[in-house]
């Protein structure tokens, strides 16, 4: 017979709260956005469009993980999702061309991301911590398994409240970097010239996010810090170019 040695049981309640408000923050992010999106732009269409780009990214993405790596297909998710983006912009949603639109694809973009990166681990970690506090997760597993699981437990139990608020501003901050992506990537292809143009006026979304989707996939903890500064580029690059959008906007 196996013998468990499990976190205590007010660190496992502990840390099972902080997860449920993470869920529930993330969640509300996710819901928030589509709010957002049907108010501001009058229609959930960009939004769900948006949100087609980021599957149609990461489709391309699990190709690359399995035939390269996690440590490739990390330095390729940027690049992927912005073609994606420029893609989708170009065909499926080649009506939005406007401001609020814009902002709408690129929550509903951010919000898978969010639902995949975020909300479904995050639910995975509750439904987890539920079935280590009641026993029920041991039921039948051999020594090796439940050593592992014991090892989650232990890493799960270090979770807190704080890291929960953390996580919750990260989703934050996230849906507003891929809207401004999303228009910055929405002027390049309303300037025209080619593809070799339009793919030019990627490089600049590419280099900004391209660090902040290596460090989520690869060094997780310093993700804030690096999001934070790939935000304030972001802002500082779409302020300078908005008026270009502007006057590149057909006329209605």
């Known amino acids: 017979m196996t013998t ?12 099972a709260s902080a997860f449920t408000v993470a869920l529930v923050g993330i969640g509300l992010l996710i819901v928030g956005s589509a709010g957002a999106a049907a108010i501001w732009a009058r229609s959930l269409n960009g939004w769900a469009l948006g949100g087609v780009s980021f599957v149609l990214s990461q489709t391309a993405q699990f190709v690359a993980l399995f035939l390269f790596g996690p440590l490739i297909a990390a330095f390729t998710s940027a690049p992927l999702q912005e073609a994606s ?3 989708m912009l170009s065909t499926a949603a080649r009506g939005i061309r406007q401001e609020r639109p814009g902002t709408a694809f690129g929550f509903g973009h951010g ?14 970690a509750v439904i987890i911590l539920g079935g280590i506090r009641d026993g029920s997760i041991f039921v039948e597993l051999d020594a090796e398994v439940t050593e592992r699981v014991q090892a989650v437990a232990i ?5 807190t409240l704080s890291s929960a608020a953390l996580l919750v501003a990260q989703g ?14 929405l002027r390049a292809i309303m300037r025209g010239g080619g593809v070799r143009t339009v793919s030019s006026g990627l490089l600049l979304p590419i280099a900004i ?8 996939t690869l060094f997780p903890s310093v993700t804030m810090p690096v999001l934070l500064l790939a935000l304030l580029v972001a802002a500082l690059a779409y302020r300078r170019g908005r008026g270009t959008m502007v006057e590149s906007a057909p006329s209605q």
């Open 155 to 159: 890493f799960l139990s270090s979770q």
């Open 111 to 124: 919000a898978v991301d969010l639902l995949t990166s975020s909300l479904i681990p995050t639910l995975s």
């Open 172 to 185: 934050a901050a996230m849906l507003g970097l891929h809207a401004l992506l999303t228009a910055m990537v």
């Open 4 to 15: 468990v040695e499990l976190p205590s049981p007010a660190a496992l309640e502990a840390a």
């Open 209 to 216: 996010h391209t660090p902040v989707a290596v460090v989520r």
């Open 85 to 87: 983006r420029a893609i």
